[in-house]
Nanobody
Framework: QVQLVESGGGLVHSGGSLRLSCAAS????????IGWFRQAPGKEREGVSC????????YIADSVKGRFTISRDNAKKTIYLQMNSLEPEDTGVYYC???????????????WGKGTLVIVSS
């Protein structure tokens, strides 16, 4: 069973930085894409970033381009979302997600983590 466990959320002032982590286990895919979504209060969940297991495909949403970076540590089976220059509009629950395949963005998610809360104060 695939498990995704997020960590690293918290409260930060506008302009600050956070690094989210997603520890993955139980993968049975040969190829997969994995990434991040977020859901702000009262809004729909939106895709933020993803990358493919073969490293050929990445995606970063326009709303965070230049501020957020996705990366991974294969040895630790962990992906990261480095978030810089945070804005109050970045507030929300950030979810790690994955599915089989090798194309970003991440549509049709198979597995979700439980999320980690990010609050950016003005």
């Amino acid at each position: 069973q695939v498990q995704l466990v997020e960590s690293g959320g918290g409260l930060v002032h506008s302009g600050g930085s956070l690094r989210l982590s997603c520890a993955a286990s139980g993968f049975t895919y040969n190829d997969y894409v994995i990434g991040w979504f977020r859901q702000a209060p009262g809004k729909e969940r939106e895709g933020v970033s993803c990358l493919s297991s073969n490293g050929d495909n990445t995606y970063i949403a326009d709303s965070v381009k230049g501020r957020f970076t996705i990366s991974r540590d294969n040895a630790k089976k962990t992906i990261y979302l480095q978030m810089n220059s945070l804005e109050p509009e970045d507030t929300g629950v950030y979810y790690c997600a994955t599915r089989g395949g090798n194309v970003c963005p991440l549509y049709g998610v198979d597995y979700w983590g439980k999320g980690t809360l990010v609050i950016v104060s003005s």
